[in-house]
């Protein structure tokens, strides 16, 4: 097979034809693709029969259409096919539906002159999701015109409508096209030249009575020559934003960049020329120029990691790998281990010649991956190994990202990379195994930040393209089983060594390596000439070794796919809250990480959906290293359609305060209706918001415009915590006031609060001053520091005037923080990174608040680190924080000058208050025992836990 054979007809070749059947539960149509291999031999496009059929019954079939595979889509476009090969079936459907049964399935076929061949992705089983598409199908002319977009193809915009039908194109909003669809339902147009500039727009299709019928978002091309020939044809600089992998290339640029202007590490010294290098790359069979001056790697001395690198021939692609890694941002100490395999072509010649600080190993003869990788592995000094394929060009961050899994989860065994295609589509995002011993590369074809994929979990198997393990553990197990020499099977049986030892395999997709697939080896299975032959050959000997250990998951399918590329776990929990937690700016968004880690250690797949869809970058990427699903835009439009598609899949839905179940509850009974709700209050706002108008003063008629708003929200927030299933809060006090409001009709629980304390107290020596911490956003905390410069600190100041008091938290206002500054002895230091500096560089903290409800985080970090505190009797509610034993507790202007001067100065009250609030936090706050509480919440309910390690 030619090696320039697009990826997606390897996936779904079918001898001398390729095509598939789209998953009709996901497409929502009847649609699927066709064509001859190679492409250029169509001469006229294919006929696919679409039949029902009943397996238990094999006598009764139901032929459904006959239509051509004639139509042009965006997404095979963009995997290199380009000839027009889809099919759609534009309903109504032709023909009356047969009744479901539980052997029901749709069967697509091409006749060729070698008989009948079936598609790719049939049969598909017509569960019920299933057979109620093709229900909306037949019933849809009743229900009033269809029509869809297919998407674009350059410039020109595709789709269909009812034959002979006038549509409208809009673009983001505003009128763009008028269309006309031909009597086979086709339409086409062409975009307007300043509707083509390389940015995301929203299409939306309207017929002629402006009905909506299909939306999208999509990156409208401002120039269409293809990469390849600007690098061939083109004059430098390259136009680096057209290259497929820019965002890549970008993000190494950029981690650099920023690492250099903060100190944390130096740019390299060839970075401009490694960066032209890159991004030109390397075509095999290409002249390999030698590089003057030879290119410095990265070399350690003490390496943490051990790159070993197999290498039969093709020297430039080797080196296009070695120049990645150059290139590729990592702090990481490392080394780098070649072993040329046999090569013939000068392979160890021009390694030396072009680059410094590798190893390079050599084998006389071609002894195969296997035993290359094993030779490498006994030169390695570093304690983790990471076997890396030559035809592979890793990306910024990609050995910090393999390493957070090892430390994440303590379990861990392997982990691998996610593997994207030169294209910038997806290859691989993790493994699984199916119950027949078929292996199956998750994700391919897709995109690679799919939030679907896009997020650490435990898989069944890695490619060993790029797969880390620790050299002890590698050696225990006999690294690569001969049996599977010289390749093929290897990484898969070696995954299943690993996990035989109770060590878990994941993927840590952020660690994003492109792989040149079939550069080495080829790509044909059908070839004893090429060694990817080996996976027929090697495929009955894995199954027949580790066939007692296949989890039984029923046929391959990409639906059964989303069912069983989890391991590990015991249910499914979507998580909605308003935003995505950013841990460094607020204590809710640490709980949030806290409650969401807690239900993971306790079996549970989290998928977390922010009802602003919005994606924050790091703060979205900590949850997927973290091994949470985060959804966000334009992969969900909205929570209602989110939940439309995946709401039967979820056992829980945990829902982060009242104004989310209110918004949203309605929409989750509808499409979620086996999901328990357990919706964690975080604070009764409407004591929050009745302590501030009390704290305020207010009178007349703006005291009662805020009574008015606090009754809203105190009839909002009952309602919605008498519309779910159990209600978690983190306060004694507010669980006991619930139980009142309810007539205890509300069924509550503990909501567990966490944090890593010190192991002993600290020492009040080198500390200075007192600090206020908290998010100036919640308007409490600006009440609180408002309070404390007018009523104490002055007193504070006159007592002790070298004091200082240091305000510290995010959302302050400028105006407001150069005010509180103009105050003697006060510093505003603003929003900081490490709480814990806070906490372990003062005398004391200090909480004043006079408003607020629920458990206060600052208070409970501050336990955790051993300082002293000084709180309001609101700031201590719902703690069990006890006056003169863990914290001193003011209730006057009087007590607070009081009790903070006697923390200045009493060393042994000062020690004795910091032993009695660590052991306070270790007791009531640890991980163990949150682990408790929420396991306890989710048996109130009926749901299964894992058990809690002693």
Avoid at 532 to 546: D, G, T
């Amino acid at each position: 097979m030619p090696l320039s054979l697009p990826p997606v007809l390897v996936q779904h070749r079918r001898g001398a034809w390729a095509g598939q059947l789209d998953d009709l539960s996901r497409s929502a149509a009847v649609s699927g693709w066709a064509c001859p291999i190679p492409p250029e031999a169509a001469t006229a496009p294919l006929q696919v029969r679409l039949v029902i059929e009943d397996l238990l019954h094999p006598d009764a079939h139901w032929p459904l259409a006959e239509l051509p595979a004639h139509l042009q889509r965006d997404d095979l476009i963009r995997e290199g096919l380009h000839l027009p090969c889809g099919f759609l079936l534009q309903p109504p459907l032709p023909r009356p539906l047969p009744s479901r049964t539980s052997g029901s399935v749709l069967r697509a076929w091409i006749d060729t002159p070698q008989g009948p061949i079936e598609l790719s992705g049939s049969p598909q089983r017509l569960n019920r999701e299933r057979y109620r598409q093709l229900e909306r199908l037949q019933r849809s002319r009743a229900h009033g015109p269809c029509g869809g977009l297919h998407g674009l193809e350059g410039p020109m915009v595709h789709g269909w409508g009812e034959a002979d039908s006038d549509l409208e194109l809009l673009l983001d909003g505003h009128p763009c096209l008028q269309l006309h669809s031909d009597g086979l339902g086709r339409l086409q147009g062409t975009l307007p030249g300043d509707a083509c500039d390389g940015r995301p727009h929203y299409l939306e299709l309207r017929n002629d009575s402006g009905r909506s019928l299909d939306e999208r978002i999509v990156f409208t091309p401002f120039q269409l020559t293809p990469w390849p020939a600007l690098l061939e044809h083109g004059p430098p600089p390259f136009p680096d934003h057209l290259h497929p992998l820019v965002l890549e290339q970008h993000r190494s640029l950029s981690t650099w960049l920023h690492w250099a202007a903060a100190g944390e590490a130096p740019l390299p010294a060839d970075l401009p020329r490694l960066h032209r290098l890159v991004s030109e790359g390397y075509r095999p069979g290409d002249a390999v120029a030698p590089l003057e001056p030879p290119v410095q790697l990265p070399c350690s001395d003490s390496p943490h990691v051990s790159v070993v690198i197999p290498a039969h021939n093709h020297c430039g692609v080797t080196r296009r790998c070695l120049l990645a890694i150059a290139y590729a941002p990592t702090r990481v100490p490392l080394e780098l281990i070649v072993v040329d395999d046999g090569s013939s072509d000068g392979t160890r010649e021009t390694l030396n010649r072009d680059l410094r600080g590798h190893r390079l190993i050599r084998h006389d003869s071609a002894l195969g991956f296997n035993q290359a990788c094993h030779s490498g592995v006994a030169q390695a000094r570093g304690p983790l190994v990471v076997l890396l394929n030559n035809d592979t060009e890793p990306c910024a961050r990609w050995l910090e990202e393999l390493l957070a899994a090892f430390e994440l989860w303590p379990d861990t065994g392997i982990v691998g990379a996610q593997l994207v295609f030169p294209n910038g589509r997806l290859q691989e995002s993790g493994g699984l195994v199916w119950d027949d011993g078929q292996p199956w590369n998750y994700g391919r074809g897709g995109n690679p930040y799919d939030p679907r994929v896009s997020y650490s979990r435990q898989v069944d198997y890695v490619s060993a393209a790029c797969l880390a393990i620790e050299r002890e553990l590698w050696e225990a197990v006999g690294g690569f089983s001969p049996e599977f020499a010289p390749a093929y099977f290897e990484d898969t049986d070696l995954a299943f060594k690993v996990q035989a030892r109770q060590r878990s395999v994941r993927c840590a997709p952020l660690a994003r390596v492109i792989h040149h697939e079939g550069t080495t080896c080829g790509i044909d299975t059908g070839n004893p000439e090429q060694s990817k032959y080996l996976q027929l050959v090697h495929a009955p000997l894995f199954r027949n070794k580790w066939q007692h250990t296949f989890i039984a998951s029923g046929p391959p399918s990409r639906e059964a796919a989303e069912q069983h590329k989890d391991r590990g776990v015991l249910g499914r929990v979507l998580v909605l809250d308003q935003t995505t937690p950013r841990p460094d700016r607020d204590a809710g968004s640490q709980a949030a990480l806290t409650e969401m880690a807690l239900l993971q250690e306790l079996g549970w797949k989290v998928t977390f959906l922010p009802t602003n869809l919005a994606w924050l970058g790091g703060y979205t990427e900590t949850l997927q290293r973290r091994g949470i699903e985060a959804i966000h835009a334009p992969f969900a439009l909205s929570v209602e359609q989110f939940l439309q598609q995946r709401g039967q899949a979820y056992e829980l839905i945990y829902l982060v305060r009242y104004a989310t179940v209110r918004d949203h509850i309605g929409t989750i009974r509808a499409h979620a209706p086996r999901a328990k709700l357990m919706f964690c209050l975080a604070d009764l706002h409407y004591l929050r918001e009745l302590r501030q108008l009390q704290a305020a003063g207010l009178r007349g008629e703006e005291r009662e415009r805020a009574l008015n708003g606090m009754a809203i929200t105190r009839r909002e927030e009952l309602e919605a915590i008498e519309r779910v299933d159990l209600t978690l809060s983190y306060s004694r006090v507010e669980r006991a006031l619930i139980e009142r409001e309810t007539e205890g009709r509300a069924a509550t629980a503990i909501c567990p609060w966490v944090v890593e304390c010190l192991p002993e107290p600290p020492a009040a020596e080198g500390r200075r001053g007192l600090a206020f911490l908290g998010s100036y956003a919640h308007p409490p905390n600006g009440d609180a520091v408002a309070f404390l410069l007018a009523e104490i600190w002055p007193r504070l100041r006159q007592q002790e005037p070298q004091l200082e008091l240091h305000l510290y938290g995010s959302g302050l206002d400028p105006e407001q923080a150069e005010a509180w500054g103009r105050q003697p002895g006060v510093q505003v230091e603003g929003w900081v990174a490490d709480t814990a500096a806070v906490y372990d560089r003062h005398r004391l903290m200090v909480a004043p608040l006079r408003a607020g409800a629920g458990l206060k985080g600052k208070v409970v970090g501050a336990l955790a680190r051993g300082i002293p505190q000084v709180l309001s009797p609101i700031a201590a509610e719902g703690t069990d924080l006890r006056h003169g034993q863990e914290v001193l507790i003011a209730a006057s202007s009087d007590d607070w000058v009081d009790q903070i001067s006697q923390l200045l100065h009493d060393d042994d009250l000062w020690q004795r208050i910091s032993s009695a609030a660590l052991a306070h936090a270790q007791r009531h706050y640890s991980r163990r025992q949150g682990l408790i509480q929420m396991g306890q919440a989710l048996q109130q309910l009926g749901l299964p836990v894992r058990e809690i390690a002693p």
